[in-house]
T-cell receptor, first 114, second 114 residues
Framework: DQQVKQNSPSLSVQEGRISILNCDYT??????FLWYKKYPAEGPTFLIS?????DKNEDGRFTVFLNKSAKHLSLHIVPSQPGDSAVYFC?????????????FGRGTQLTVWP | DAGITQSPRYKITETGRQVTLMCHQTWSHSYMFWYRQDLGHGLRLIYYSAAADITDKGEVPDGYVVSRSKTENFPLTLESATRSQTSVYFCASLGLAGGQETQYFGPGTRLLVL
């Protein structure tokens, strides 16, 4: 039973434009959300996070939006660059579960073309 | 090397053989995790550990054994490898980024069971 869902397995965007990656969750106990980026043959690397007490967090070209009522979050990348091409995983922490345990979505492959 | 490392990076084995995947971190993080990544499933938690000699099952623990005799090491053993265990395995440890917890991942071990 997937508690974190990324319904788009792939996304293709032109360089310079905005990339929007979406994530839905079902568990209302999730209190902290993260995005990870993964290049081929490497481990996932932490990108940006947001606490459930906020609805927006920004870090340079990356912004994460959280809509708690819809149980939805999104990652915006503006402007997109070819180096952003990677798999992006959405993850969430359940405040009632083991410290640090994360639940991951299946990932979205982002391709940024010139 | 500083950070989190995994060995071997690639492994081919045969059905029924025992295989051990190694994970080492230099941060002295208490929490460590093992995931497998499969197409269509994202990252699934196999086992995790809260400290030396404290381990617990994740979502998909069957066929795997872990140990944690030292804080910095968290080996994962496939006691009798099966073809369904062909996967990419990631080790992670829990640390802080910007004051918030996040998991730091190793580069992964790609395992092929023939």
């Amino acid at each position: 039973d997937q508690q974190v869902k990324q319904n788009s397995p792939s996304l293709s965007v032109q360089e310079g434009r905005i990339s929007i990656l979406n994530c839905d969750y079902t568990n209302s106990m999730f209190d902290y959300f993260l995005w990870y980026k993964k290049y081929p043959a490497e481990g996932p690397t932490f990108l940006i996070s947001i606490s459930s007490i906020k609805d927006k967090n920004e870090d340079g070209r990356f912004t994460v939006f959280l809509n708690k009522s819809a149980k939805h979050l999104s990652l915006h990348i503006v402007p997109s660059q070819p180096g952003d091409s990677a798999v992006y995983f959405c993850a969430a922490r359940d405040r009632g579960s083991t410290l640090g345990r994360l639940y991951f979505g299946r990932g979205t492959q982002l391709t940024v073309w010139p | 090397d500083a950070g989190i490392t995994q060995s071997p990076r690639y492994k081919i084995t045969e059905t029924g053989r025992q295989v051990t995947l190694m994970c080492h971190q230099t941060w002295s993080h208490s929490y460590m995790f093992w995931y497998r990544q499969d197409l269509g499933h994202g990252l699934r938690l196999i086992y995790y550990s809260a400290a030396a000699d404290i381990t617990d099952k994740g979502e998909v623990p069957d066929g795997y054994v872990v140990s944690r005799s030292k804080t910095e090491n968290f080996p994962l053993t496939l006691e009798s490898a099966t073809r369904s265990q062909t996967s990419v395995y990631f080790c992670a440890s829990l640390g802080l980024a910007g004051g918030q917890e996040t998991q730091y991942f190793g580069p992964g071990t790609r395992l092929l069971v023939l």
